[in-house]
């Protein structure tokens, strides 16, 4: 059967191709995505999300929750410096679909008790809506089968400061209350050492993707070109796809090659530090499973493959 799945999504560049991944695999049944406030404006976020749904040919059947527009206690950050508008300045159709008229964090609770034990929840953004969640709900974590959790850094290297990776940063307090929370599989896919070794597209194999000249294809490569530019410039050989990786890893655990397990605290209150993750290999009192690596060329083959498809007719 496939696969009870929720992707709750701050939708900019790899994270549309994250949702590509849940509205495409057969094997994932896609219940939801459900919006949280982090890369881009939120309203942007959002037209960003149907236009991927569009491009899938999902529109109607996959509903769109809005979430929290701002993180817990902090004011939002954006990353539009590296991501642009997430979507290389294409403009969602007027298609007539809005989002559900149900908050995102009640739509969580709802499917998690709907699927209760089976439902696996994807945050590739910042965990406000998990947290929020968690704390309207008591039984929340325990109904939930598996989060699977982009943030952090197993070595404290980080993306938006030194020490903190953007996810994490962007709302550290709600990270705290989520890995804290005793939900009964977490699974953290982190910036490094994973994302920037096993998850990166270097020139070539953009330059593949852009040969298949798809529909879906091509919106990768536009999409992505701001990311790129930012990646590259900084010093990376090529685009992280790290929330993309995160969505397949939760359809197929496989792909994974090493994992640990680790105690994970969120540092909240550091003037330097903020948002920083501590990975604990020390610890009797383990709460996360972090991949500690992956089969980076499988990984982009499957992206290959589904990139190839073409869900809508041209």
């Not at 696996?120 to 939930?144: C, H, M, W, Y």
């Not at 903190?164 to 050492?193: K, M």
């Not at 685009?239 to 909240?268: F, P």
Request: one cysteine or more.
């Amino acid at each position: 059967m496939p696969i009870p799945l929720l992707i709750d999504t701050d939708t900019a560049a790899d994270d549309c191709f994250a949702l590509l991944v849940g509205l495409l695999d057969p094997r994932a049944d896609l219940r939801g995505i459900t919006m949280v406030a982090g890369n881009v404006g939120f309203d942007q976020q959002v037209d960003n999300a149907f236009l991927t749904v569009g491009l899938a040919g999902r529109l109607g059947e996959v509903p769109v929750f809005l979430g929290a527009r701002d993180p817990l206690v902090r004011p939002w950050l954006s990353a539009e410096d590296v991501h642009g508008d997430g979507v290389g300045g294409l403009k969602r159709p007027d298609d007539g679909h809005v989002a559900s008229e149900e908050h995102a964090v009640d739509a969580m609770i709802r499917i998690a008790r709907e699927h209760r034990g089976e439902l696996r929840i994807v945050a590739i953004g910042p965990l406000t809506n998990i947290a929020l969640a968690v704390q309207k709900d008591p039984e929340f974590a325990a109904s939930v089968g598996a989060l699977y959790v982009m943030g952090g850094s197993i070595n404290a290297r980080g993306n938006i400061t030194p020490a903190a990776e953007y996810n994490i940063y962007v709302d550290p307090e709600a990270a705290d209350i989520v890995f804290s929370a005793g939900f009964a599989d977490v699974v953290v896919i982190s910036w490094d050492p994973l994302t920037i070794t096993d998850a990166v597209f270097d020139q070539a194999r953009i330059d593949r993707i852009a040969a298949l000249d798809t529909p879906l294809s091509r919106f990768f490569v536009r999409a992505n070109q701001a990311t790129f530019d930012f990646d590259t410039r900084v010093g990376l050989a090529g685009s992280s796809h790290c929330d993309s990786l995160t969505a397949l890893l939760a359809i197929d655990r496989g792909y994974a090659t090493a994992e640990g397990r680790y105690r994970l605290e969120v540092e909240t209150e550091g003037t330097i530090t903020r948002g920083a993750t501590v990975f604990d290999w020390q610890s009797d009192d383990d709460n996360v499973t972090a991949i500690e690596k992956a089969d980076g060329d499988r990984f982009y083959e499957y992206m290959l493959g589904m990139l190839a498809s073409t869900p809508v007719a041209e």
